[in-house]
């Protein structure tokens, strides 16, 4: 996923999380995965799991680059 595609991901990923400013100032990290294929979400999924990221939130349909794809937010608290 080039980096314009990645930053837009997360800016709409982050949009329809709801996830407000003093969330985001925690000393955290987010990961967005983003993809078109079942499959390839689950293996994600299961790698930024095995990473410490857990589950925010998910959203489907017409992404901010057009695709459709499935978008799910991931967070790792430090």
């Keep these: 996923m080039s980096n314009v595609r990645y930053v837009l991901v997360l800016a709409v990923a982050v949009a329809a999380c709801g996830i407000a400013a003093p969330v985001a100032a925690q000393n955290s990290s987010y990961r967005v995965l983003a993809t078109t294929r079942t499959s390839t979400m689950q293996d ?27 978008v799910i937010t991931r967070r790792r608290v430090r």
């Design 44 to 70: 994600e999924m299961r790698q930024a799991g095995d990473q410490g990221y857990r589950f925010v939130a998910a959203m489907g349909g017409e992404t901010a680059v057009g695709d459709r794809e499935v």
